[in-house]
């Protein structure tokens, strides 16, 4: 628990710095004298960055584990925050996006591994503890950006690299806590329980099914982390303030949902919570364009909630049915998230230039009945058959065991 903790602390602080951009966006818009468009490829930029090359990293670090490069791919995001906060210039602001999401790009796929070698077996649970911390870390980021940089100017966004500081130390204890597991691991040739693979169709199926609930989860999601200050302001005519703490009662709906998500599919299945989370939502983004203000924010909450449990099943789902390539797997699905998300976030900004906000969000609101794809997900056993490791499986792959020699 006391790892689980810390790498979620750690996905606070990340996920605390990215939603700087976001939270940030009226003032950048200000600024630089940006469309709606532009603003997009800010985040088209640094989500691209991310989705690229975080299946890579976790498919080189499943075979070469590499426990120290959380802290090293903090210091990135490190790096891009305090560009971020001097850029002279739009193309440098795109490079500041881009530095964040290189950080990204190595903090995710590894410190999901880790969250699944301290979970005990409990794997739904131990992602959701993770995940918690990357959505409580995006509902703060609003709130603290209207307290500490709106009204004084874009350069205070450099306060929050004390938060990349003390994510670095964090992640410093938990890489070396990483590192010994490995060392004993392979020294002990561990013998791990692992789920029985599945029939190369079945897998190749499923993940098609598992990319097209990623698609409608987050091309969706992209509407509204994106542009709903946008909308509110417009539809509504709210100040940017109370546009602001508006996402944070959105984001931390987010942050609830996705701490509900992974003990419920550990106790009653994951693709009974991918089903009900991404199709059983779809009423409520129909009705949300189409109401009054209370109503606007209480449905996004709702949304949130319903939506944001999926993610952890998902993750655990496609661990499950690729055992032998859990930073893959976790890199592909984290870069789906950042990928997706961030063209989506560009397509919608060119959508709504072409024709508004409100109609981006009539839109979209279509996109969770894609979720009718969860009935043809196969059921992934959990039988477990015991198989020799060799060391470097260990290390990446053999979370129960790791968990069961007091790691």
């Known amino acids: 628990m006391a790892v689980l ?6 996905h606070l602080l990340n996920d605390l710095i990215q939603s700087l951009l976001v939270a940030i966006y009226p003032l950048l818009q200000a600024d630089f004298a940006l ?22 990293i976790g498919r080189f670090t499943d075979r070469h584990p590499l426990p120290y490069s959380l802290p090293v791919g903090m210091t990135f995001t490190l790096s891009g925050l305090l560009l971020l906060s001097r850029a002279p210039s739009y193309p440098v602001l795109l490079l500041a996006a881009a530095l964040v ?16 070698m301290a979970s005990g077996g409990q794997f739904g649970l131990a992602q959701s503890v993770f995940q918690i911390g990357g959505n409580a870390g995006s509902a703060l980021g609003p709130l603290l950006a209207a307290w500490v940089i709106l009204g004084r100017g874009r350069e205070h966004v450099a306060w929050f690299a004390i938060a990349a500081l003390v994510a670095i130390v964090v992640l ?10 490995v060392t004993r691991a392979r020294a002990k040739k561990a013998v791990s329980a692992e789920p029985v693979a599945h029939a190369r169709g079945v897998v190749a199926r499923a993940m098609v099914i598992l990319t ?3 698609f409608s989860k987050f091309v969706y999601m992209a509407s509204i982390s994106t542009y709903y200050e946008f909308y509110l302001m417009d539809h509504f005519r709210l100040s940017l303030h109370d546009a602001q703490l508006a996402l944070f009662a959105f984001l931390g709906a987010v942050a609830l949902g996705t701490i509900i998500g992974g003990p419920i599919g550990d106790r009653v299945g994951r693709k009974r919570v ?3 989370s991404i199709l059983g939502v779809a009423p409520f983004t129909l009705a949300l364009p189409y109401v009054g203000l209370e109503a606007t924010i209480a449905l996004s909450v709702v949304i949130g909630v319903v939506l944001a449990s999926a993610f952890p099943a998902i993750v655990v789902f496609g661990q499950e049915l690729m055992p032998e390539h859990i930073g893959a797997v976790s890199g592909l699905f984290y870069g789906l998230s950042f990928g ?6 560009a397509g919608w900004g060119w959508v709504a230039d072409l024709e508004s906000v409100e109609f981006v969000y009539r839109a979209s609101a279509f996109l969770p009945l894609l979720g009718l794809a969860a009935v043809f997900l196969p059921d992934v056993s959990s039988t477990r058959v015991k198989a020799n490791l060799t060391p470097a499986r260990s290390a990446s792959e053999g979370a129960p065991q790791v968990a069961k020699l007091g790691l």
């Open 274 to 276: 991918i089903w009900v």
């Open 212 to 214: 097209v609930l990623c």
């Open 5 to 10: 903790g810390g790498i979620s602390v750690a």
């Open 35 to 56: 469309s709606f468009l532009q603003v997009g490829l800010i985040t088209l930029t640094y989500q691209i960055t991310a989705s690229l090359l975080q299946p890579l």
């Open 172 to 181: 410093v204890r938990v890489s070396g806590w990483y590192a010994r597991s």
């Open 340 to 345: 997706l998300g961030g063209l989506a976030a």
């Open 101 to 116: 999401g290189v950080g990204s790009s190595v903090f995710h796929p590894e410190s999901s591994r880790v969250a699944r």
